[in-house]
C-alpha cells in the first residue's frame, strides 16, 4: 500500500510555478526545483513527474489561477467596464512585480512554445480565452451601445489581445507607469462608441 503523501501538493505546485515563472523552462533545474519546493528529488518525481511535466502542471496551475480567475471576476461587470478592470488588473500586476516575471503565458509563448507542439496548443488555448472573453465584452458592449460598432467585433477582440501581449512584454523590460497607461489608454477610447 502507497504511503499517503505528507506534503501540501497545492503548495508545493505554487512554489514550483513561482520558480519556473520567475526564472523560465530552460534555466529552471530540478535542484532549484527541489530548494524552492523542500521536497527531495523522489518525492517531487513521484508526485509530479518529470521536469517538463511539473512545467506543464505549473503553467496549468498559473492559467486557472491568475487568467481564469481574473476573467471570471471581470465577467460581472458591464462589458466596457470589465475590458478596463481586466485591463486595470494586468497593469496593476505588472507595475508593482518586482522581479519583472510578467505573464507566464507570454514567457513560455516565447521560450517553449515555439520548439514544443504540447506547449504551443495549450499557450495558444490561453490566449484563446482570454480572445474569447474580450470578443464576448465586445459584442455585449456593442449590442448594448456601449462600444463601438464602427470596428467588427473580431477585429477589436484581436486588437484587445495584441496590445494586453504587448503590455506584458513592455513590462518585463520598462515597467514604466507612463509607458504601460500610454500604450493603453487609446486602445481604450477605441472602443468608445462614435456612431
Known amino acids: 500500500m502507497a504511503r499517503p503523501r505528507q506534503f501540501d501538493e497545492e503548495a508545493v505546485l505554487d ?3 513561482e520558480c519556473f ?3 523560465g523552462y530552460e534555466a529552471t533545474s530540478v535542484r532549484d526545483l ?3 519546493t ?3 528529488g523522489a518525492s517531487l518525481y513521484n508526485a509530479f513527474g518529470d521536469k517538463r511535466a511539473l512545467y506543464q502542471k505549473a503553467l496549468d496551475y498559473y492559467i486557472e489561477d491568475s487568467i481564469a480567475d481574473r476573467i471570471q471576476r471581470c465577467e460581472a461587470l458591464p462589458p466596457r467596464e470589465a475590458i478596463g478592470a481586466f485591463f ?3 497593469l496593476k500586476r505588472s507595475l508593482s512585480d518586482r522581479q519583472h516575471k510578467g505573464c507566464m503565458v507570454v514567457n513560455a509563448a516565447l521560450e517553449v512554445a515555439p520548439h514544443d507542439p504540447e506547449f504551443r496548443k495549450v499557450v495558444a488555448t490561453a490566449m484563446k480565452r482570454v480572445e474569447t472573453f474580450f470578443l464576448d465584452c465586445v459584442k455585449a458592449g456593442q449590442a448594448s451601445g456601449t462600444i463601438t460598432r464602427s470596428i467588427e467585433a473580431d477585429d477589436l477582440a484581436r486588437h484587445l489581445l495584441g496590445v494586453l501581449m504587448g503590455i ?3 513590462a518585463r523590460a520598462r515597467p514604466e507607469r507612463a509607458l504601460l497607461e500610454g500604450v493603453l489608454a487609446p486602445t481604450l477610447a477605441l472602443l468608445a462608441p462614435r456612431d
Request: aromatic fraction near 6%.
Open 38 to 40: 523542500g521536497l527531495t
Open 34 to 36: 527541489i530548494e524552492t
Open 15 to 17: 512554489a514550483a510555478t
Open 21 to 23: 515563472w520567475s526564472r
Open 168 to 170: 506584458r512584454v513592455l
Open 88 to 90: 486595470e488588473e494586468v
